[in-house]
Nanobody, 127 residues
Framework: EVQLVESGGGSVQAGGSLRLSCVVS????????MGWVRQVPGKERESVAA???????TYADSVKGRFTVSKENAKNTLYLQMNNLKTEDTAMYYC?????????????????????WGQGTQVTVYS
């Protein structure tokens, strides 16, 4: 069973930075497509960024140039570096993966969607 555990959320002033981390248990990390999805209560989930087993990346237009997704295979850890945060970035951020990776697709997605999810970490950006 795959488990994903996020950390690094918090409250930050607009213009600030946060780095989210996601530790993944199990044996699927290296071959997976992984990413970050965020959700605001009452709104649809929004894919933010994804990275595949070849380290190819994709981002939602709303975060391009500000967010960077990366991973460290030796630590089974996925990261999301968020710079120049805006109030509209406030959301619950979920780590997610597709273990049978078919690569990435546009807009911060894995091609086959996400199969496994973490519990989320809250990011609040205040003005």
């Amino acid at each position: 069973e795959v488990q994903l555990v996020e950390s690094g959320g918090g409250s930050v002033q607009a213009g600030g930075s946060l780095r989210l981390s996601c530790v993944v248990s199990g044996n699927t990390f290296k071959g997976a497509c992984m990413g970050w999805v965020r959700q605001v209560p009452g709104k649809e989930r929004e894919s933010v960024a994804a990275i595949d087993s070849d380290d190819d990346t994709t981002y939602a237009d709303s975060v391009k140039g500000r967010f960077t997704v990366s991973k460290e295979n030796a630590k089974n850890t996925l990261y999301l570096q968020m710079n120049n945060l805006k109030t509209e970035d406030t959301a619950m951020y979920y780590c997610a993966l597709d273990p049978a990776s078919y690569g990435i697709s546009s807009g911060g997605n894995c091609y086959n969607g996400f199969h496994d999810w973490g519990q989320g970490t809250q990011v609040t950006v205040y003005s």
